[in-house]
């Protein structure tokens, strides 16, 4: 099962985020129809947003990042909203030979440079936006170079994708933070170990995270918090998509109405298909003109 694990190191020194994220992976990867290198960087991404969206402890509070790089994948998104994510990419099929290392070229495929910008919807109209450029692309630095950048706070950031062509065998993610008032000695031990959590996906396969937990944070007094079950959900719905047309504005809608005669639109994250008729469409184009885009 999918989950996060937040986790308490020696009595508040530092701070853990330990997930597995393998069906999450599996089922974005299935929605878009992805190589193997678009899925292991859309899996860091969402990951990592994850992470970010457990932060998070309002309800209604969303966190968006967003990653453009010069790399053959264009723009890729993730969105979470505390355990649930979803993401996409411009290009999800581009494909890389593997690196001289034999792994996936995920920075090859985001690109190296380019900038990362991380949206938070604190609710009430109230948003936060942080940006960073990219360190490599490979996402788990751009993520770590984000926390020191934009939040001041030092962070150890691994993140994996196991991949088999189509099939995730495993995926997930380790994000380590030290708290104010940290040891000199708890960081010294954090930094020594941090060569166990290099390659996390494949360290998940031989272990379940809470033994993983167990292992690699024995003599520092792990304690588990909270648990958070994680899973792929899109919010779109066809009201949303009828509010989406609604805001192109009259112009637009009349066009709609005697060009195509109607409308498909299809959601980004979950690929779902929302046709309007030329009568819904004629209907919403009347709202516009009154001014009124509330459905």
């Excluded at 986790?7 to 994220?21: F, K, P, S, W, Y």
């Excluded at 355990?83 to 690109?111: I, M, N, S, T, Y």
């Excluded at 936060?128 to 706070?153: K, P, R």
């Excluded at 690699?216 to 509010?243: D, N, V």
């Amino acid at each position: 099962m999918d989950e996060m694990l937040q986790i308490d190191l020696m009595n508040g020194q530092a701070r853990v985020l330990l997930c597995e994220t393998t069906g999450v992976v599996q089922r974005c990867a299935d929605i878009h129809g992805t190589t193997p290198v678009c899925t292991a960087a859309l899996g860091r991404l969402m990951t990592g947003t994850l992470m970010l969206g457990i932060m998070m402890k309002g309800e209604e509070e969303s966190v968006t990042v967003q990653i453009k790089g010069d790399g053959p994948m264009g723009g890729l998104v993730a969105v979470a909203e505390h355990g649930d994510v979803r993401a996409c990419c411009d290009r999800p099929l581009v494909e890389l030979p593997p690196r001289e290392d034999g792994k996936l070229d995920v920075g090859g495929a985001v690109g190296r440079h380019g900038r990362m910008s991380v949206i938070k919807d604190l609710g009430m109209r109230k948003q936060y936006i942080g940006q960073s450029e990219l360190v490599n692309g490979e996402i788990a630095m751009d993520f770590a170079n984000y926390f020191t950048v934009s939040e001041q706070q030092n962070s150890l950031v691994a993140l994996g994708v196991l991949v088999n062509g189509g099939c995730v065998l495993k995926a997930g993610g380790l994000l380590i933070q030290p708290m104010p008032g940290c040891t000199e000695e708890v960081l010294e031990q954090l930094e020594l170990r941090s060569p166990m959590f290099a390659d996390i996906s494949r360290e998940m396969t031989f272990a379940p995270i809470e033994q993983l937990c167990e292992d690699w944070f024995r003599g520092l007094e792990p304690k588990i918090l909270e648990r958070t079950p994680l899973a792929y959900r899109c919010t779109c719905s066809r009201e949303r998509m009828e509010r989406a047309l609604i805001s192109l504005g009259a112009k637009e809608l009349a066009g709609l109405i005697e060009e195509d005669q109607g409308a498909e639109l299809v959601c980004h994250f979950c690929r779902a298909r929302y046709q309007f008729s030329t009568a819904e469409l004629r209907d919403m184009l009347a709202r516009a003109t009154r001014g009124k885009p509330e459905t």
